[in-house]
């Protein structure tokens, strides 16, 4: 079955370029997830979406990331005057549900973010 | 086969040993572990999970063994295979649906033949 996808796989930007990452969750699946993973490291949390509701951002590192999810379905990040430390791999991830309870977080293959 | 009491950043071992990879999780309030699978490339894949409530649970050539005392976690490999190299990861939430995953540091797993 489709898993989550991601677009564009890699992405190359000038420093001071604004760029838009996407991610189709699975389909009917209710949370979503950003993670940011450096080089050689684990995943770090992003920001959270439930339905079209961003429940939590604490993870975003300033105010030039910005995400959204209007419809409840795909969501977009977006990084405005990227700088060369925003270079990482950006993950998305979406669960079933949206209550309590433990729920598998299915990731997607990212974006390889590149900043020159 | 191949075990390590401590986390090491990598492990290798032969074709066909058994492998465990340890990890030392944070918080003691961590309800949902998970264990990920990642190759070069590629996003995270899901392997086992285990709740707070388990001290161990098997599935096909894995078993994760959690040990709350400690706050320990480990996988265990049995039979590793080439296809297994890949970088490992162990992941906590609070078990709640919209929590996020806090991952461990990453071990690499390398198969020889």
């Known amino acids: 079955g489709a898993g989550v996808s991601q677009s564009p796989r890699y992405k190359v930007a000038k420093r001071g370029q604004d760029v838009a990452l996407r991610c189709d969750p699975i389909?009917?699946?209710?949370?979503l997830f950003w993670y940011q993973q450096a080089l050689g490291q684990g995943p770090e949390f992003l920001t959270y979406?439930?339905?079209?509701?961003?429940?939590?951002k604490s993870g975003l590192p300033s105010d030039r990331f910005f995400a959204e999810r209007p419809e409840g379905s795909v969501s977009t990040l977006k990084i405005q005057r990227t700088q060369q430390e925003d270079s990482a791999v950006y993950l998305c991830?979406?669960?079933?549900?949206?209550?309590?309870?433990?729920?598998?977080?299915?990731f997607g293959p990212g974006t390889r973010l590149t900043v020159l | 086969g191949e075990s390590v009491g401590l986390h090491l950043p990598t492990l290798s071992v032969q074709e066909g040993d058994n492998s465990i990879i340890n990890c030392a999780y944070s918080?003691?309030?961590?309800?949902?572990f998970i264990w990920y699978k990642q190759e070069s490339g590629k996003g995270p894949q899901f392997i086992i999970d285990?709740?707070?409530?388990?001290d161990k649970r098997q599935g096909q050539r894995v078993t994760v063994l959690l040990n709350k005392t400690v706050k320990h976690l480990s996988l265990q490999i049995a039979a590793t295979q080439p296809g297994d190299s890949a970088v490992y990861f162990c992941?906590?939430?609070?078990?709640?649906?919209?929590?996020?995953?806090?991952f461990g540091k990453g071990t690499t797993l390398s198969v020889s033949s």
């Open positions: 992941a906590e939430n609070m078990g709640q649906a919209g929590t996020a995953l806090i």
């Open positions: 918080n003691s309030a961590s309800d949902y």
């Open positions: 389909s009917g699946h209710v949370s």
């Open positions: 285990i709740r707070s409530n388990m």
């Open positions: 979406f439930q339905n079209e509701a961003q429940l939590d």
């Open positions: 991830a979406s669960t079933r549900r949206g209550e309590a309870g433990t729920d598998t977080q299915y």
